[in-house]
């Protein structure tokens, strides 16, 4: 499949889409200038919103000529957000601990212990800046282990010794190429551990282990945790297509939920897929992976499937009676693919490796095969209804190639599982 480039994008060098910022609103407002410091015009403005380090929600603005003033930003936060923001400001504004604040540090004070794991290969730039983010954690973690997949130089290993100077970060090598072997080597390193997974190309919140473990000790049945995933730079309309598809959070909003057998009657564990977090930023308690058989060596990055290994591994978390909570105060930030072509290419991945998913999960599990056939008109209202929450966010610029490509790949998917699964065994084999 050969990705067409837009013409959206032969101007891209005169403008700024949109710029990042993350705004506190117990403190002042920035303003929000129409040039970017390089000379580019700034189109639009994205912010996270928080208020006591509490995050709120995301709001878009259009940025005029003549800027944004601090009181247009609050005007715009106040219009979508003011519900949220109000009544937390005029709580604290009497005095005393905002209660946010305070349900953070009681969790604190018996919250366990948490390791981190990144799985990494041949990117030493953004694993540093990863590392950079989880060394400054507020809720330090326990450890930060490094899993270098497949490498070829010793950058990687280079950069977590760099990093282990400055805190307790880990090294370990797994020699077998694809993101799954990489989770069970590190699953297998982590036996009895509280593990919480990121990825190289994001940085952690300060706050983000904090809310984890928040979420942990207010949650003591929860088996998985999953946060909040938002964009760390829109500087490409590749970036803002992106989130346009639902970035990775895919919609999921500002509100906490949890999901397990209590919530069968509204959202089956099979699909739709919003309830389950992302890879990016989960994290499970100890034995949980094991009870579900490990990641799928046939799925994830490195294979033809190209991901949701992290997806299987959710739904056989819920279809084994366990509980998923959705903590979207545990934020982390994201580089998207800055290009047209790497865009093209994770929507492909996308579609294929949804499919490879169900195909995985029913060779594993014959009989829910007549439950997925049943779904499967809800499924295509969701590709293709003009309400759905895949199609409903897209503004008119968006590339309905991307859209095609996806399903090309959904359509890939099942062909792309099973070679996966030939090549996954003829690996192990080799290994031993």
């Known amino acids: 499949m050969t990705a067409t480039v837009p013409p959206q994008l032969d101007a891209e060098s005169d403008v700024l889409p949109a710029v990042v910022l993350d705004l506190e609103m117990s403190g002042a407002l920035p303003p929000v200038g129409a040039i970017a410091p390089d000379g580019r015009r700034v189109q639009q403005a994205w912010a996270l919103v928080r208020v ?32 949220l923001v109000r009544p937390r400001l005029a709580a604290a504004a009497g005095g005393g601990e905002p209660a946010f604040l305070a349900g953070r540090r009681a ?33 330090p973690p326990a450890r930060i282990l490094v899993v270098d997949n497949a490498p070829v130089t010793d950058a ?3 950069v977590a010794r760099s990093a282990a100077r400055r805190g307790p970060v880990d090294y370990l090598r797994e020699p077998t190429a694809g993101l799954s072997f990489a989770r069970n080597t590190a699953e297998a390193a982590t036996r009895g551990e509280i593990v919480a997974w990121i990825d190289d190309d994001e940085l952690a919140d300060r706050y983000w282990l904090a809310e984890v473990a928040r979420a942990l000790v207010e949650n003591p049945d929860a088996d998985v ?13 590749a970036q803002i297509w992106f989130e346009q598809f639902g970035g ?12 397990g057998p209590h919530t069968a009657h509204r959202q089956s564990p099979l699909y739709p897929l919003p309830p389950f977090g992302t890879g990016a930023n989960m994290t499970f308690r100890p034995g949980v992976i094991a009870r579900i058989g490990g990641w799928d060596n046939a799925l994830g990055a490195g294979t033809p499937a190209m991901g949701s290994e992290d997806t299987l591994a959710f739904t056989k978390v819920l ?10 105060t545990a934020v982390t930030h994201h580089y998207h693919r800055r290009d047209f072509a790497g865009l093209h290419k994770q929507m492909v991945g ?8 169900y195909t995985s999960l029913v060779l594993g599990r014959p009989g829910l095969l007549w439950p997925l056939i049943k779904l499967a008109p809800t499924a295509l209202r969701d590709l293709t209804g003009s309400d759905s929450l895949r199609v409903s966010t897209l ?25 996966g699964r030939r090549a996954a065994r003829a690996k192990l084999r080799a290994s031993r």
């Open 107 to 139: 969790a604190l004070a018996a919250a366990p212990d948490i390791t981190v794991v990144v799985c990494t290969r041949e990117r030493p730039g953004a694993l540093a800046r990863c590392l950079d983010s989880l060394l400054t954690q507020v809720y």
């Open 225 to 237: 945790v999953s946060g909040v995933i938002v964009p760390a730079e829109l500087e490409t309309r």
């Open 52 to 83: 006591f380090t509490e995050p709120l929600g995301t709001i878009l603005v259009d940025v005029p000529e003549r800027g944004l003033a601090p009181g247009d930003l609050a005007a715009a936060i106040d219009a979508e957000l003011g519900h």
């Open 395 to 419: 503004q008119d610029d968006f590339p309905r190639d991307l859209l095609t490509a996806n399903r090309r790949g959904m359509i890939a998917g099942p062909g792309a599982y099973l070679r």
């Open 350 to 357: 996308y579609g294929t490796g949804l499919t490879a998913a």
């Open 248 to 259: 990775h959070s895919k919609g999921r909003g500002f509100t906490p939920d949890t999901f």
């Open 156 to 158: 990687t290993a280079e």
């Open 319 to 328: 279809l084994a009676g366990g509980t998923i909570v959705y903590q979207p």
